[in-house]
């Protein structure tokens, strides 16, 4: 994902392009996909098949650095009922506990990987008094807290799981319409995003109060994505829906964007903050396009708006980007059938 101006004197075009971009191909449509977190399985991931019916698959592919493809492992491939909406293996970088791999869909469920097979290690249902559950949107993994994964879901409500004693830990009403996205900003402060059009920060240490950090103009006007700066948490980032603008916010000064990203020439639908610097973001849409922004200069105007420092344009609509934490030079997007990971 270099800046095309490069001069590359290393061989050919054709072998620099090689070893910068690898490719998989699903037997289907890709939308959920995650990198794995632990530093003993580099460069490995998770897919989930987006297809209208009840049962799809995920499979956990590798790249195999010696001959350049990216494998699937059949033993290591599952049916999941309804296509996940989100997948995140454990935060565990050091590899102290379980190889465990998290799922949402009608149900979070969180599966452990073995050697040579997945299973379901549990499934942790929200709403035990009805028979009907209101489907979960997205969910995030407590990075400082790994026994903890909160939940947004169509019926308003975010929860927060203890996975370890498989209870939860808290469930609150978080909006007045369907939440969309969830994301941690410690260990005990969390913010979603809805249909409501606002981003709600909240902490568990009192759980009667929400902070509106922002509405979007138009009423009525969805968010459908957060991601909040793990490096500098002051920072967090969201999609409008059916929007071609990333809206940057700083927590500190609620209300207003402090920058507002418009390079993109069609809906936006994936957003990642850089593991590694606080002042990196990149975003992928509908115009094929995935953008890298160096934000360090967003508190000074820039006439006619920021410009991205990097720019990819995929074969297809990018529904899906993930920044790996354990691998920061390495982006992973999925676009209709195929999974790309990108070294930036």
Same mark, same amino acid.
């Given at each position: 994902m270099g800046a095309s101006s490069d001069p590359n004197p290393e061989g050919s075009d054709e072998q620099q392009k090689r070893s910068e971009i690898y490719t998989y191909e699903a037997p289907w449509h890709i939308y959920a996909m995650n990198w794995s977190v632990r530093r003993d399985k580099k460069y490995r991931l998770a897919i989930a098949s987006f297809l209208e019916q009840y049962p799809n698959r995920v499979e956990i592919v590798q790249l195999d650095e010696s001959t350049g493809d990216i494998r699937s492992?059949?033993?290591?491939?599952?049916?999941?009922?309804?296509?996940?909406?989100?997948?995140?293996?454990?935060?565990?970088?050091?590899?102290?506990?379980?190889?465990?791999?998290?799922?949402?869909?009608d149900f979070l469920r969180v599966w452990r990987i073995s050697d040579d097979r997945v299973h379901l290690k549990t499934?942790?249902?929200?709403?035990?008094?009805?028979e009907f559950c209101g489907?979960?949107?997205s969910f995030d993994w407590n990075e400082a807290e790994p026994k903890r994964i909160g939940t947004s879901s169509i019926d308003t409500t975010c929860t927060i799981w203890d996975i370890e004693r498989e209870t939860v830990d808290t469930q609150l009403i978080a909006h007045d319409k369907e939440v969309y996205d969830i994301a941690w900003g410690g260990v005990g402060v969390f913010a979603s995003v809805s249909a409501d059009g606002s981003v709600r920060v909240f902490d568990l240490r009192d759980k009667e109060h929400s902070t509106i950090i922002y509405e979007s103009s138009e009423p009525d006007t969805p968010l459908v994505r957060l991601g909040w700066n793990k490096q500098d948490p002051r920072y967090m980032a969201t999609i409008i829906m059916d929007s071609a603008k990333v809206v940057v916010l700083d927590i500190r000064f609620p209300t207003l964007p402090v920058v507002e990203l418009q390079r993109h020439q069609s809906s936006v639908n994936a957003?990642?903050?850089?593991?590694? %610097? @606080?002042?990196?973001?990149?975003? #992928?849409?509908?115009? +094929?396009?995935? $953008?890298?922004?160096?934000?360090?200069?967003?508190?000074?105007?820039?006439?006619?708006?920021?410009?991205?420092?990097?720019?990819?344009?995929?074969?297809?609509e990018i529904e899906q980007l993930?920044?790996? %934490? @354990?691998?920061?030079?390495?982006? #992973?997007?999925?676009? +209709?059938?195929? $999974?790309?990971?990108?070294?930036?």
């Open positions: 492992d059949p033993n290591l491939s599952f049916e999941h009922p309804y296509p996940p909406t989100k997948t995140i293996f454990i935060p565990d970088k050091e590899s102290q506990k379980p190889d465990l791999l998290a799922t949402s869909s499934l942790l249902n929200g709403n035990k008094n009805s489907p979960l949107t957003i990642a903050w850089a593991p590694h %610097s @606080s002042c990196h973001i990149c975003t #992928a849409g509908d115009d +094929s396009q995935a $953008l890298i922004w160096d934000l360090s200069s967003m508190s000074q105007p820039v006439e006619g708006g920021l410009d991205p420092i990097l720019a990819y344009t995929a074969g297809a993930q920044w790996s %934490s @354990s691998q920061p030079d390495w982006v #992973a997007i999925a676009f +209709s059938t195929k $999974l790309q990971i990108l070294r930036v």
